[in-house]
C-alpha cells in the first residue's frame, strides 16, 4: 500500500471511504476501549453506597459506548454512530457548559476545567469521521429504486 493509495477512496473495501479514515476510527475506537471504557468500568465496579441517579447514569454511558466502540476495530464504518454520538456530546459540552465558564472568566478552576481540556480534543474526532459517508448512509433520504416503485405501482396501482 502506497502513501498516496491511504487518502484514495476505496470503493472495495470500505464504501468508498478513504483507508486513513478507517485507520483514524480504529484509533479512536481502541482509544475509547483503553481509556474511558476502562475508567467507567473501575468507577462502576468499586462504587461504594448510593449513587446520585445523574452521576450513575454519566458512569453507565460511559461504560457502555466505548465498550461497544471495540466492535469498531472490526467494523469501523458499522460503528460510525458511536463516534458520532461521541462527538456530538462533547460538541454539546463545550458549547453549552464549557463556552459560558470561559466567556465569563470562571472555567479555570471550575469543576467543568478538566473535562473541557480533554474535549477539546474533539476537531480530531471530527477529522476521524468520514463525513460525507456518514451524510449518505445515515442523514440522506434513500432514493426510491425503480423496480420496487414498478412493483409497487403493479401492486397498487
Not at 502513501?3 to 464504501?15: G, K, L, V, W
Not at 475508567?39 to 450513575?56: F, N, Q, S, V, Y
Not at 456530538?88 to 471550575?110: D, E, H, M, Q, R
Amino acid at each position: 500500500m502506497s502513501i498516496t493509495s491511504i487518502f484514495t477512496p476505496d470503493h472495495a473495501r470500505y464504501e468508498g471511504v478513504r483507508p486513513i479514515n478507517i485507520y483514524a476510527l480504529r484509533v479512536f475506537y481502541f482509544l475509547m476501549a483503553a481509556f474511558v471504557a476502562t475508567d467507567a468500568w473501575r468507577t462502576l465496579i468499586t462504587h461504594e453506597g448510593p449513587w446520585d441517579h445523574m452521576r450513575a447514569v454519566t458512569f453507565c454511558v460511559w461504560a457502555t459506548y466505548p465498550t461497544l466502540a471495540i466492535l469498531g476495530l472490526l467494523h469501523p464504518l458499522k460503528m460510525l454512530p458511536i463516534m458520532l454520538f461521541t462527538v456530538g456530546y462533547k460538541t454539546l459540552f463545550l458549547i453549552f457548559v464549557s463556552y459560558p465558564l470561559w466567556k465569563a472568566n470562571a472555567l479555570a478552576g471550575s469543576p467543568a476545567e478538566q473535562m473541557t481540556n480533554v474535549f477539546l480534543w474533539t476537531p480530531l474526532l471530527m477529522l476521524a469521521v468520514p463525513w460525507k459517508y456518514a451524510y449518505e448512509a445515515y442523514l440522506k433520504w434513500p432514493r426510491r429504486q425503480p423496480a420496487v416503485a414498478e412493483h409497487a405501482e403493479r401492486a397498487f396501482g
